[in-house]
Structures are given as structure tokens and as C-alpha cells.
């Protein structure tokens, strides 16, 4: 009975995985949307004029110069341990693009704009761990599988611009069926039937900006992103016959899993983009997470055995496992601050003048660039059940890219190819379990996580 129930959850076990392998952190809110983003450490509310603005602030699409067209690859490796052994955090690796289409209506300026993130590593991808277990919470469990926002922008007046839409994210729910006879003796001639039937889903949530001119200056920005979550929710069902020698024992097995498999917590961001200096960008955005929403990523479990056991056969039912009792994770709101800074040097060619941009250009100019974040870890000290590991992260970014401004008659706006590097460091926290027969023990986390990346994107 054991091992048939053993094979029930193995094989719901084979139909996530069909789905899904491991679950990813959230690639734009971590590693950055975007070449020109992730080297400016995201400080973008103010300043994110081209397809990153889906994601980093939706009224900034309106100062587009024209319509663009982005698109590009991300690849971060994680090397994050305790104790000194790799935890085995994947890798997360990505393409990226969007577009911006900016033009009037009514005489009132308006652009319209998509981002995208999508894995090259499968369409969903999900897991579940006991609430014992040891994880990297915020990066093993907190995912974008499928990042879409969509988003309009308008500009009532000259100094304020107005943006809204809505975000997409992958949910997955699935099931699995078996059913027929399991022959013990002779497990060949067991005669079984599956069905699985896994079901991807859309989850949204809404995010709005504004940004305001300040003359002489720059301008100032309000990013508002709402919470949402992916929610895991897996059934299986075992009915059949296990044949035994000759004799026939009916059985029924069900088994129903929920997790909140990944969580985005809502999010207000005051940023400010200021250029005071020709050719020189300073931003600086303040992030607040509201992390105390959190909730515990651990899967509720309900299975339940019902074997109609003939008189006189030898075999002990084991009980049905109880439910776990979930620990409120209690994390704690954050705020996150943002620095960026671009400089872009003329190189050669004579001087354009780009419809939209008060500076003169040259045809070709190289940008360099450079961004610091710093995030304090939510996550309290682990001394109870459970083993969510954290740790504060230092980014430091770098990047640069190349120009072509008007470079024909075919392409009056620009071509541009950006590139960029960045490392995070996770500094070493100890964490003392309050029980000192705890399975798990105490234990030292660190790491790193370093991310390359790069963007083309033209301006028609």
C-alpha cells in the first residue's frame, strides 16, 4: 500500500516537472529590464523614456522621441551557499524587448507601450519545499516566469505626464489522474490508464506613474506597482485495483497541494532625474516594498487513503499525514535606494538634430554608465521552524553601448546597442537555531550573483 501511494505521488510529482522544472527570481524587479536599466541600478522612474518604461514607469513612455523597438538577452548566474556549499540556485537567463509608439490624440500627446521578459528555460516553472527545508526565499520562490505590461501614457500638460496598464504573470495549475490494475507480482502486466491535464493562467496586477518637469533640472517622478502572486494548485487521483497474487484489493487515493508559489509585494517608488550639466544623467529612485504582506511560499498538503481491505489479508493502513500548520514569515517592509548615473560622449560625425531632443547629437556617440543599489534584507532571523535564507545585496552595475544618431534616410532617429555588467554581494549572516536538536542546525549564508546582458534598440 505504501509503495502504490509512494507511485501516486511520484507521478504527480513527473507532471509538474512536464511543466516546470525550478522556480526563478523575478527578472525585471532583480536583475533589471533592460541594458540601459540594469547599468543604472534601476534608477529609472524618472528617466525610463523607452520600452523599460512598462515596467520601471509607465507615464515616462510619452517622452519617447519617436516610436522604438527594443529587443535583447539577460543571463545572471547565482552563487549562493551556506556553510560554504553551492545551494544549487539556478541560473535565470532571458530575452527582453518591447516597443513604444508615441503620437496625439486631440491634440494631447499619448504613447502606448509593451515589455516583455520571457525565459528561455520553459514556459512555467515552479516548486514546492517543505516548510523545514532551506531556501533561498526571495530568489528560489519569488518569480516572473512570463513578465507582459502593457500601458498607456498621456500628457495633459506640458509639464506632467500621466501612465497606467496592467501586468501579466504565468500561473499554473495542473492535475493527474491514474486508474486501472496494478499487478504487484507481475508489474508488466499491470494494466493502468493516466491523464494529466496542466493549465497555464494569467494573473495581473495594476501599476501607474507620473512624472513632472521641474525646468533647468529634470524631472520628478511616482511609481505605484500592485501586489500579486502565483498560486500552485496541483490535484491527483488514484482509482483502481491492486492485484496481489490472485487477490483483488480496491483502493482510492486523492491528493490536493495549494502554495503561494511566488509573491511580488506592492511597491512606491519617488524617483528624480536630473540634468543640470549637457550630457550628463544623475537618477536616484527610493523604492518602498511592502515585504511584512509576505506569505509563507510552503505547499498545504491534504492526501487521503481509502483501501477496502478483504477479511483476513495481513496488511496495516498507514494514517492519512496531517495538514502542516504554516509559520507567518513576518518579513519586514524595505526601503530600497537607487543611484544611477550616465554620461554619453560625442565621438564623431557631424552634428544631428533629433526631432524630440533639445541636444544637439553627434552621429556617433558611446555612453557609459554606472548604478548602485542597496537592499536590506525582509527576512527576521531564522531561530524557529523555518529556514528562509537571506541576506542583504550590494549591485554595483556598469555599462556602455554605441550610437547612431540619424545614420540614414532609412532610420531618421537612432540605433543604439547597449551592454551591461553588474555584481551583487550578498554578505555572510549567521543564523543560531533556539533549538539545539534542530534538523537543520545553525548555518552561515553568502554569495554572489553576477549578471551580463545587452540591448539593441532603434528609434524610428
Not at 496495516?316 to 544611477?340: D, K, S
Not at 523555518?386 to 540614414?408: W, Y
Not at 537612432?414 to 542546525?441: C, I, Y
Amino acid at each position: 500500500m505504501r509503495r502504490l501511494a509512494a507511485l501516486a505521488a511520484f507521478a504527480l510529482g513527473a507532471s509538474v516537472a512536464s511543466v516546470s522544472s525550478e522556480a526563478r527570481a523575478n527578472e525585471p524587479d532583480t536583475y533589471g529590464l533592460g541594458s540601459r536599466a540594469a547599468a543604472m541600478g534601476g534608477a529609472m522612474a524618472a528617466d525610463a523614456t523607452d520600452f523599460s518604461g512598462n515596467y520601471y514607469n509607465p507615464a515616462a513612455l510619452v517622452g519617447a522621441r519617436g516610436p522604438s523597438l527594443s529587443i535583447g538577452y539577460t543571463y545572471a548566474w547565482n552563487h549562493l551557499q551556506t556553510n560554504g556549499q553551492d545551494n544549487g540556485v539556478a541560473d535565470v537567463h532571458g530575452l527582453v524587448g518591447g516597443l513604444v509608439v508615441p503620437g496625439r490624440l486631440f491634440g494631447v500627446p499619448f504613447a502606448f507601450g509593451v515589455g516583455v521578459y520571457m525565459p528561455d528555460t520553459g514556459i512555467s516553472s515552479v516548486t514546492a519545499l517543505r516548510q523545514e527545508t532551506p531556501r533561498w526565499v526571495l530568489y528560489d520562490q519569488r518569480q516572473s516566469i512570463i513578465f507582459i505590461a502593457a500601458n498607456l501614457a498621456v500628457r495633459p500638460l506640458r509639464w506632467l505626464e500621466l501612465g497606467g496598464g496592467v501586468a501579466f504573470l504565468a500561473a499554473t495549475k495542473g492535475s493527474f489522474q491514474i486508474s486501472g490494475t496494478a499487478n504487484v507480482l507481475s508489474p508488466y502486466d499491470s494494466q493502468l490508464r493516466h491523464e494529466v491535464d496542466a493549465d497555464l493562467s494569467a494573473v495581473r496586477y495594476p501599476q501607474v506613474g507620473a512624472r513632472i518637469e521641474v525646468p533647468g533640472v529634470g524631472h520628478l517622478a511616482f511609481v505605484y506597482r500592485g501586489q500579486t502572486k502565483l498560486d500552485l494548485s496541483l490535484t491527483a487521483n488514484l482509482q483502481g485495483t491492486v492485484d496481489f497474487a490472485g487477490v483483488q484489493v480496491p483502493l482510492l487515493y486523492s491528493l490536493a497541494t495549494q502554495t503561494a508559489e511566488a509573491f511580488l509585494p506592492q511597491q512606491v517608488v519617488l524617483g528624480g532625474s536630473f540634468q543640470r550639466v549637457p550630457r550628463l544623467t544623475v537618477n536616484v529612485d527610493v523604492v518602498f516594498v511592502n515585504w511584512a504582506a509576505f506569505e509563507n511560499p510552503t505547499a498545504v498538503t491534504v492526501s487521503n487513503l481509502s483501501v477496502n481491505v478483504p477479511a483476513g489479508l495481513p496488511v496495516t493502513i498507514p494514517p492519512n499525514p496531517q495538514p502542516v500548520t504554516l509559520v507567518a514569515p513576518q518579513f519586514a517592509n524595505r526601503f530600497v535606494p537607487h543611484l544611477g548615473v550616465e554620461y554619453v560622449f560625442p565621438v564623431a560625425g557631424g552634428v544631428r538634430h533629433l526631432e524630440g531632443d533639445p541636444i544637439e547629437r553627434r552621429l556617433v556617440e558611446v555612453p557609459v554608465r554606472a548604478g548602485y543599489v542597496y537592499e536590506r534584507s525582509p527576512v527576521p532571523p531564522q531561530t524557529g521552524v523555518t529556514s528562509f535564507i537571506d541576506a542583504d545585496r550590494h549591485t554595483v552595475s556598469v555599462g556602455t553601448g554605441l550610437t547612431l544618431n540619424a545614420p540614414g534616410s532609412v532610420l531618421m532617429g537612432s540605433l543604439t546597442l547597449d551592454v551591461h555588467g553588474q555584481l551583487s554581494v550578498l554578505p555572510e549572516r549567521l543564523t543560531f537555531k533556539d533549538n539545539p536538536a534542530s534538523f537543520v542546525g545553525d548555518y552561515r549564508a553568502s554569495g554572489t550573483m553576477l549578471g551580463l546582458g545587452t540591448t539593441l534598440t532603434a528609434v524610428f
